[in-house]
């Protein structure tokens, strides 16, 4: 159980255009998810802590509106990032959290994303 | 604020030796402490949770850690290590809080098992 998945697995795209990452988790309602991007030989950081049917929670220094985050429904979120550009390449990974008192996060496997 | 340290950025071992990866967190309140196992090119995999009770949480692979509140370390040990457990290990920290709360990561260890 509590399996996350992320599509696509990897992704090229040319400068300026725009890439939709998708996290689901399939057999668990996530009340929560989190977007995490990881650099080469980094550490993860947290992007934004999205809720299902509001708003997400940006982390200081994120662009909201370059990264776009949609969880419309209790197994989707969405990551867009928008006009990317070189500098955006990196790994994406989202989590979900599922209702509960004990906050256990379940890892998506990850987005490469290579803008060109 | 939380915070986690994890000392050693690089831990070189042989086969078959045991290992110990530390990890210091710092928080003012009581907390949940993980440990994550990324493969390269992967997500993360929880390896063990401490979030009360004994101190000395088993987990997958045969892997443990013991949580020590007065030295505020929660170190993962492994008494053999494979050359399959060669990967990235992450320490990271939650709060006490009902709903969920977001982790903080230490910068991870990188485990290399050679032969």
């Known amino acids: 159980g509590a399996v996350v998945s992320q599509h696509p697995s990897w992704v090229i795209c040319k400068s300026g255009t725009s890439v939709k990452i998708e996290c689901r988790s399939l057999?668990?309602?996530?009340?929560?998810m989190f977007w995490y991007r990881q650099f080469p030989k980094q550490s993860l950081m947290l992007m934004a802590t999205?809720?299902?049917?509001?708003?997400?929670?940006?982390e200081q220094g994120v662009e909201k509106d370059k990264f776009l985050i949609n969880h419309a429904s209790l197994t989707l979120s969405t990551l867009t990032v928008t006009s990317a550009h070189p500098e955006d390449s990196s790994f994406y990974i989202c989590?979900?959290?599922?209702?509960?008192?004990?906050?256990?996060?379940?890892f998506g496997p990850g987005t490469r994303l290579t803008v060109l | 604020a939380q915070s986690v340290t994890q000392l050693d950025s690089q831990v070189p071992v042989f086969e078959e030796a045991p290992v110990e990866l530390r990890c210091n967190y710092s928080?003012?309140?009581?907390?949940?402490l993980f440990w994550y196992v990324q493969y390269p090119n992967q997500g993360l995999q929880l390896l063990l949770k401490?979030?009360?009770?004994?101190?000395l949480v088993k987990g997958i692979n045969g892997f443990e850690a013991e949580f020590n509140k007065s030295q505020t370390s929660f170190h993962l040990r492994k008494p053999s290590v494979h050359i399959s457990d060669t990967a990235e290990y992450f320490c990271?920290?939650?709060?006490?809080?009902?709903?969920?709360?977001?982790?903080?990561f230490g910068k991870g260890t990188k485990l290399t098992v050679n032969p």
């Open positions: 990271a920290v939650s709060k006490v809080q009902g709903g969920s709360e977001k982790l903080v």
């Open positions: 999205s809720n299902e049917g509001s708003k997400a929670t940006y």
């Open positions: 989590s979900a959290s599922p209702p509960g008192p004990y906050n256990e996060q379940f």
């Open positions: 928080s003012s309140v009581s907390v949940y």
């Open positions: 401490y979030l009360s009770g004994s101190t």
């Open positions: 057999d668990f309602q996530a009340t929560t």
